[in-house]
């Protein structure tokens, strides 16, 4: 089992930057892939980034790519989601989750094991 809390959600305006962090316990947190997603009223939950166990791969939605960085520090567990320039678009709940997976399907929502409960994150225009 892996427990995941995430932290760090806000209200910003646009333009605006936060950081997002998700501290993993239970399982090996060092030997799983992490993702970070994204769900707005109404819309489904979509992949906004991933990171792999040992960090050296990471992977971003193209809507994300270039505003949002993925990081991890497996001496603290936790993984982070460094979010600048944001939209009001990015506006959503945001879960970290954890898989076992290969690193191909690390898009695909359903490849995921563990999740957070989500953390807010709004933007006004």
């Known amino acids: 089992q892996v427990q995941l809390v995430e932290s760090g959600g806000g209200l910003v305006q646009a333009g605006g930057s936060l950081r997002l962090s998700c501290v993993a316990s239970g399982r090996t947190f060092g030997s799983t892939a992490m993702g970070w997603f994204r769900q707005a009223p109404g819309k489904e939950r979509e992949f906004a980034a991933a990171i792999s166990w040992s960090g050296t791969l990471t992977d971003y939605a193209d809507s994300v790519k270039g505003r949002f960085t993925i990081s991890r520090d497996n001496a603290k567990n936790t993984v982070y989601l460094q979010m600048n320039t944001l939209k009001p678009e990015d506006t959503a709940v945001y879960y970290c989750?954890?898989?076992?997976?290969?690193?191909?399907?690390?898009?695909?929502?359903?490849?995921?094991?563990?999740w957070g409960q989500g953390t807010q994150v709004t933007v006004s225009s």
């Open positions: 989750a954890a898989t076992a997976t290969a690193w191909a399907l690390v898009r695909r929502r359903d490849q995921y094991d563990y």
